[in-house]
């Protein structure tokens, strides 16, 4: 079956300063890559997810891309901001809507 | 729009006693509905999910297991639980096999 890894597991950045995350999956029929934030004690919410016929895509300060050949993909946020802080877990699965595989996680701290 | 509940939102039980969680969205009709667990500092792992009424598919064997009655609902359960059980649990729904997947708020199960 499908494994995902991401690193790192934690990331400190300052207040303005990028991030970046990155996963590496390992079933190359995997098509569909969705990130996802969880702040403490909630659910994750989606922010962003990529199809494998797109190399990458933006929205506002986050962006994500894929490199299908090598089977990683990664998520930027730019201009980091005391609100990014939370857990950001990568994921993958053959279709949107089937079922994702995670990664473990990286816990973000924006220091302001 | 589509919501999703799930409930309770903490629950502390003791061992070898019974459980209940349950999930139910609306605004949709036939939604895929997943079960998925979190343990501590941890990524997401799938425990069941269903496409239709009655119809569900276990992930990883385990002390749990999983009900349809209606359309719209979901239902996790327990005969008898273990310590091991402890964690975050989370339903999501997604529309269809190629909508993405979007998650409740969750429920914290602390077993005593």
């Known amino acids: 079956g499908e494994n995902v890894e991401q690193h790192p597991s934690t990331l400190s950045v300052q207040e303005g300063d990028s991030a970046v995350i990155k996963c590496t999956y390992s079933d190359s029929a995997s098509n569909y890559f969705p990130w996802y934030k969880q702040e403490l004690g909630k659910g994750p919410q989606l922010i962003i997810d990529?199809?494998?016929?797109?190399g990458e895509k933006k929205d506002q300060r986050i962006a994500v891309t894929l490199n299908k050949t090598a089977k990683h993909f990664s998520l930027h946020i730019t201009e980091t901001q005391p609100e990014d802080s939370a857990v950001y877990f990568c994921?993958?699965?053959?279709?949107?809507?089937?079922?994702?595989?995670f990664g473990g996680g990286t816990r973000v701290l924006v220091k302001p | 729009s589509q919501t999703i509940h799930q409930w309770p939102a903490t629950l502390v039980q003791p061992v070898g006693s019974p459980l209940s969680l349950e999930c139910t969205v609306e605004g949709t009709s036939n939604p895929n509905l997943y079960w998925y667990r979190q343990a501590a500092g941890r990524g997401l792992q799938l425990l069941f999910y269903s496409v239709g009424i009655g119809q569900i598919s276990s992930e990883v064997p385990q002390n749990l297991s999983a009900s349809r009655p209606q359309d719209r609902q979901f239902i996790l359960s327990s005969k008898k639980l273990l310590l091991s059980d402890s964690g975050f649990y989370l339903c999501a729904w997604s529309e269809d096999r190629y909508t993405e997947a979007f998650f409740g708020q969750g429920t914290r199960l602390t077993v005593v």
């Open positions: 990529i199809r494998s016929n797109v």
């Open positions: 994921a993958a699965s053959l279709a949107a809507g089937n079922k994702l595989t």
